[in-house]
C-alpha cells in the first residue's frame, strides 16, 4: 500500500477543494469536511461519506442544526491507488463525489457523470 502520511492527504484534500469553482463554494452552507483514516469497519471500502441534508432538501423547518458533515478516508484511497498521481485524482472525484451530495445530486446522476 502506498504510504502518504495524514497530514499530507490533508494537504491533497484541501487542494481538491481549492480546485472546486467559486461559484460551487459559495453556495456551500452550513457543512464541514474531515478527513479521517478510516470508515466505519462494515463498509472498510469507503472513500468517502456525507452526512447530512442536502440543500435541495432544505425548507424552513432547517435551522440551528449541526454541520452536514463529509468525510474523506485516507486507508481506503491508499489502498485502492499504486501512484501519488492516482491519489490526487481519487481524492479529487471522491471530495467533488460528496460535495455534489451536499447538493443533492444523487449517485446514479454522479455516475453518469463520470464521479461514481
Same mark, same amino acid.
Request: charge should be negative; aromatic fraction near 6%.
Given at each position: 500500500m502506498l504510504e502518504i502520511s495524514r497530514e499530507q492527504f490533508e494537504e491533497l484534500v484541501g487542494e481538491a477543494l481549492d480546485r472546486i469553482p467559486p461559484? /460551487?463554494?459559495? /453556495?456551500m452552507d452550513n457543512v464541514a469536511i474531515f478527513v479521517e $483514516? $478510516? =470508515? $466505519? =469497519?462494515?463498509d472498510p471500502d469507503l472513500l468517502g461519506l456525507y452526512e447530512g441534508t442536502p440543500l435541495t432538501e432544505r425548507g424552513e423547518w432547517y435551522a440551528g442544526v449541526l454541520p452536514d458533515r463529509i468525510t474523506i478516508y485516507r486507508n481506503p484511497t491508499l489502498r485502492v491507488c499504486e501512484t501519488l498521481e492516482d %491519489? %490526487?485524482?481519487e481524492t479529487e472525484v471522491t471530495v467533488v463525489h460528496e460535495i455534489a451530495h451536499h447538493f443533492g445530486i444523487d449517485d446514479a446522476r454522479l455516475h453518469e457523470l463520470g464521479y461514481g
Amino acid at each position: 500500500m502506498l504510504e502518504i502520511s495524514r497530514e499530507q492527504f490533508e494537504e491533497l484534500v484541501g487542494e481538491a477543494l481549492d480546485r472546486i469553482p467559486p461559484e /460551487l463554494t459559495r /453556495l456551500m452552507d452550513n457543512v464541514a469536511i474531515f478527513v479521517e $483514516d $478510516d =470508515p $466505519d =469497519p462494515s463498509d472498510p471500502d469507503l472513500l468517502g461519506l456525507y452526512e447530512g441534508t442536502p440543500l435541495t432538501e432544505r425548507g424552513e423547518w432547517y435551522a440551528g442544526v449541526l454541520p452536514d458533515r463529509i468525510t474523506i478516508y485516507r486507508n481506503p484511497t491508499l489502498r485502492v491507488c499504486e501512484t501519488l498521481e492516482d %491519489v %490526487v485524482a481519487e481524492t479529487e472525484v471522491t471530495v467533488v463525489h460528496e460535495i455534489a451530495h451536499h447538493f443533492g445530486i444523487d449517485d446514479a446522476r454522479l455516475h453518469e457523470l463520470g464521479y461514481g
